[in-house]
């Protein structure tokens, strides 16, 4: 039970988590991944590797820690862990391992000096209502995602039906379900989890669902990464005919219908949500689309022809292609980084607009600070994060 001198304790930590957070969590993740080889599988080593998840994992406990008496706060952040949660099969009996590894970890970097038994006693009665809210979410989700027409609980079993080279770097797989069902439709940005065999260790990663949902199958569109297992693994050996396994759609980040003009900004392999919406936005409403795409150089961007082909089809459809190398490109569009100048040029007149943005997140922080001086409201921008959730440093 949470009491108010907990709470206190908790709150006073506040300092040392913005001191030290990042290394804590550091520490935990090396130690949990050390000694748990059956978690491994659930958390993506590249992310591990450049620290992102360890910078995230602080930042929400920080947080959590700031506004433990008043969890509302935590807005959109709950939403997103509990969506993250779900697609990964996170399930009731891995709390009480985290919660261990969480407090030894608190003990060990902190020392006994600071972690007295009072303060672990303080936080592991904090983790226990953080675990009880962020279950009861998840139990209702699955549950929901369960009683949906063509939806499941756990992990269900597709077939690669195609296979579709899209750029040089991203490969499209179109997922069928052997067992012939219907499949749930899923909302315009939204993400499955896949989980492929690697040798012999399961092992599962988010991919955004690109295309709109027929009922039938999903489409993912994957970029290989440097150092991507999972990434290299679909596009060296997955094939037509291989079976992997998905979760159901998830994810707060969605389409929302509106009359307002949509733009959609995305950097590199961050437009496959916006894909989707921008399918789904052609088909319904009678809303103004604004498509802008910012890649390196036209050889790894991929949809081109199908944007092209949406916007000859549907004249409230406006796009404009952006490359940061290669200054020449045939066409007439404009090379060129994101800048002010690259925006305006791109944005309709009328700045009261609904916009969604996918990228890296240093490229998401620069196109919102970009659209608020252009005049678009911040409460206007949506984002999504292909990795562990960062608050954007916008000031």
Same mark, same amino acid.
């Given at each position: 039970?949470?009491?108010?001198?907990?709470?206190q304790?908790?709150?006073?930590?506040?300092?040392?988590?913005?001191?030290?957070?990042?290394?804590?969590?550091?520490?935990?993740?090396?130690?949990l991944?050390?000694?748990?080889?059956?978690?491994?599988?659930?958390?993506?080593?590249?992310?591990?590797?450049?620290?992102?998840?360890?910078?995230?994992?602080?930042?929400?406990?920080?947080?959590?820690?700031?506004?433990?008496?008043?969890?509302?706060?935590?807005?959109?952040?709950?939403?997103?862990?509990?969506?993250?949660?779900?697609?990964?099969?996170?399930?009731?009996?891995?709390?009480?391992?985290?919660?261990?590894?969480?407090?030894?970890?608190?003990?060990?970097?902190?020392?006994?000096?600071?972690?007295?038994?009072?303060?672990?006693?303080?936080?592991?009665?904090?983790?226990g209502?953080?675990?009880?809210?962020?279950?009861?979410a998840?139990?209702?989700?699955?549950?929901?995602?369960?009683?949906?027409v063509?939806?499941?609980?756990?992990?269900?079993?597709?077939?690669?039906?195609?296979?579709?080279?899209?750029?040089?770097?991203?490969?499209?797989?179109?997922?069928?379900?052997?067992?012939?069902?219907?499949?749930?439709?899923?909302?315009?940005?939204?993400?499955?989890?896949i989980q492929?065999?690697?040798?012999?260790?399961?092992?599962?990663?988010?991919?955004?669902?690109?295309?709109?949902?027929?009922?039938?199958?999903?489409?993912?569109?994957?970029?290989?990464?440097?150092?991507?297992?999972?990434?290299?693994?679909?596009?060296?050996?997955a094939?037509?005919?291989?079976?992997?396994?998905?979760?159901?759609?998830?994810?707060?980040?969605?389409?929302?219908?509106?009359?307002?003009?949509?733009?959609?900004?995305?950097?590199?392999?961050?437009?496959?949500?916006?894909?989707?919406?921008?399918?789904?936005?052609?088909?319904?409403?009678?809303r103004?689309?604004?498509?802008?795409?910012f890649?390196?150089?036209?050889?790894?961007?991929?949809? /081109?022809?199908?944007? #092209?082909? *949406? %916007?000859? +089809?549907? $004249?409230?459809?406006?796009?404009?292609?952006? =490359?940061?190398?290669? @200054?020449?490109?045939?066409?007439?569009?404009?090379p060129? /980084?994101?800048?002010? #100048?690259? *925006? %305006?040029? +791109?944005? $309709?007149?009328?700045?009261?607009?609904?916009? =969604?943005?996918?990228? @890296?997140?240093?490229?998401?922080?620069?196109?919102?600070?970009?659209?608020?001086?252009?005049?678009?409201?911040?409460?206007?921008?949506?984002?999504?994060?292909?990795?562990?959730?960062?608050?954007?440093?916008?000031?």
């Amino acid at each position: 039970m949470l009491s108010t001198e907990h709470k206190q304790i908790v709150t006073s930590t506040v300092p040392l988590l913005e001191a030290g957070g990042e290394a804590l969590t550091s520490y935990f993740y090396d130690l949990l991944l050390k000694e748990r080889a059956d978690l491994r599988g659930m958390f993506n080593s590249a992310h591990q590797a450049s620290g992102a998840q360890a910078r995230a994992l602080a930042g929400g406990v920080l947080m959590y820690a700031k506004h433990i008496d008043q969890l509302d706060a935590l807005g959109e952040l709950a939403g997103r862990v509990v969506n993250k949660h779900v697609s990964l099969q996170v399930q009731p009996e891995h709390y009480p391992i985290i919660g261990e590894y969480l407090l030894r970890s608190i003990r060990e970097v902190l020392g006994s000096e600071v972690a007295t038994p009072v303060v672990l006693e303080a936080w592991g009665a904090a983790y226990g209502q953080l675990a009880d809210m962020l279950i009861a979410a998840e139990q209702d989700m699955y549950g929901s995602q369960a009683a949906t027409v063509g939806g499941w609980r756990g992990f269900r079993t597709f077939r690669v039906a195609e296979r579709v080279v899209e750029s040089a770097e991203i490969v499209s797989f179109y997922l069928e379900p052997t067992d012939g069902g219907p499949v749930m439709v899923n909302a315009p940005g939204q993400y499955i989890a896949i989980q492929v065999v690697v040798d012999g260790a399961p092992l599962r990663r988010n991919y955004s669902l690109s295309a709109i949902s027929d009922g039938k199958r999903y489409r993912i569109s994957v970029k290989r990464d440097p150092g991507g297992v999972v990434s290299g693994f679909l596009h060296e050996h997955a094939k037509v005919g291989d079976t992997v396994e998905l979760t159901a759609p998830a994810g707060v980040f969605q389409l929302v219908e509106g009359t307002r003009p949509l733009v959609l900004i995305g950097g590199g392999v961050g437009q496959t949500p916006l894909m989707a919406m921008l399918e789904a936005a052609t088909h319904h409403g009678a809303r103004d689309i604004y498509y802008v795409h910012f890649a390196r150089n036209p050889a790894v961007q991929a949809f /081109r022809a199908r944007v #092209e082909e *949406l %916007a000859a +089809a549907c $004249p409230r459809v406006k796009f404009a292609l952006f =490359y940061d190398e290669d @200054p020449s490109v045939p066409g007439g569009l404009a090379p060129g /980084r994101v800048s002010r #100048e690259l *925006l %305006a040029s +791109a944005l $309709p007149a009328e700045r009261d607009v609904d916009v =969604y943005i996918v990228g @890296p997140a240093p490229f998401m922080t620069s196109v919102i600070k970009l659209l608020v001086e252009l005049g678009v409201p911040a409460d206007r921008c949506n984002t999504e994060f292909f990795g562990p959730h960062q608050e954007m440093a916008l000031n």
